[in-house]
């Protein structure tokens, strides 16, 4: 790990802060450092200490991508590692996150242990999502997380219906639906009511947000099949589909959305100590006292 970029959330100065930093101690060890053009100019950092590159270019050839920010900067990163097996690694600047899961304080200790090699690697699903419409592919795009179908403004419910490889599994009226990967378990489908699936797990989540019917609950099924969504002929409110949060689109009775694993990973890159139930314990406050005790 000798060729490392930084991707950093621009509009938190502590972001900002943090990189110079990192930047700095990372040059001192001898490495090659390389931050996008608008960091270098935000943060103040100079060329003899960090190259600057294009965000969608950053990522290539590397041995390492730092992403310092939020879950949200890392799924931004995520979009720009794209298909190439460069691995990010996430640092927190204060929020919950389960993606940017190395804290501030303990920044630079994380990066020495790296740089020795005491670290550990781990792949994680990407979804393929597509949207064919009148028999025809409109839209073809990666995910970490997840993909929403909901509705617009008005506050009327979507009709759909759900098949995997071909057989018909339910057709429900909700709010919207959620297909999620293992690493997106632990985001919008969460505060939807789906489990916690491990990241490791070969499995997809079916997340129904607020149905009809309430027996329409989440369901995991294999990570292997194809997930068929088709949107009724009669909902023809406001309707959209929203990618790992970030990416909308606008969506018409009668589509159809396919999703299925995709055969690239993620890679993401984790301290040597790190155990995944204690990150959950962490972030989730497992073990934590509720109000307080009376007399």
């Known amino acids: ?15 900002l802060k943090a990189t110079a930093k990192l930047a700095k101690w990372l040059h001192k060890q001898g490495c090659k450092v390389t931050i996008t053009k608008e960091t270098a100019k935000d943060a103040k950092i100079a060329k003899k200490i960090a190259s600057p590159a294009d965000q969608d270019k950053l990522p290539h050839n590397r041995d390492l991508v730092v992403v310092i920010g939020g879950d949200g900067t890392f799924i931004a990163a995520c979009r720009s590692v794209g298909t190439t097996k460069t691995p990010l690694l996430g640092i927190n ?5 389960f993606l940017t899961e190395v804290t501030k304080d303990s920044m630079l200790e994380t990066m020495a242990e790296v740089l020795t ?3 550990q690697i781990e792949k994680r699903m990407l979804l393929a999502v ?5 028999n025809k592919e409109i839209l073809k795009h990666l995910v970490l997380n997840d ?3 909901h509705k617009g403004a008005l506050a009327r419910m979507l009709e759909y219906h759900v098949a995997i490889d071909n057989q018909f599994v339910f057709s429900s009226r ?3 639906l959620i297909i999620s990967s293992p690493t997106g378990s632990t985001a919008y489908s969460l505060s939807a009511g789906g489990p916690i699936i491990h990241p490791t797990l070969n499995t997809i989540l079916i997340v129904p947000i607020c149905p009809h019917t309430l027996t329409n609950r989440p369901i995991a099924v294999p990570g292997d099949g194809i997930i068929s969504v088709t949107l009724s002929a009669e909902s023809s409110i406001d309707q959209r589909l929203t990618l790992d949060g970030q990416t909308g689109f606008p969506l018409r009775e009668g589509d159809k959305l396919l999703i299925k694993q995709s055969k690239h990973h993620l890679r993401v890159l984790h301290a040597d100590n790190r155990n995944y139930y204690s990150v959950l314990r ?12 009376t007399n």
């Open 130 to 134: 597509r949207i064919q419409r009148k």
């Open 282 to 293: 962490e972030k989730l406050r497992w073990g934590e006292q509720v109000g307080s005790k």
């Open 1 to 15: 790990m000798r060729d490392i970029g930084i991707i950093t959330k621009l509009s938190d100065p502590q972001a």
């Open 117 to 119: 090699g005491r670290y």
């Open 174 to 176: 909700a709010d919207g």
């Open 93 to 97: 600047m204060g929020r919950l996150g």
């Open 147 to 149: 993909a929403v179908i």
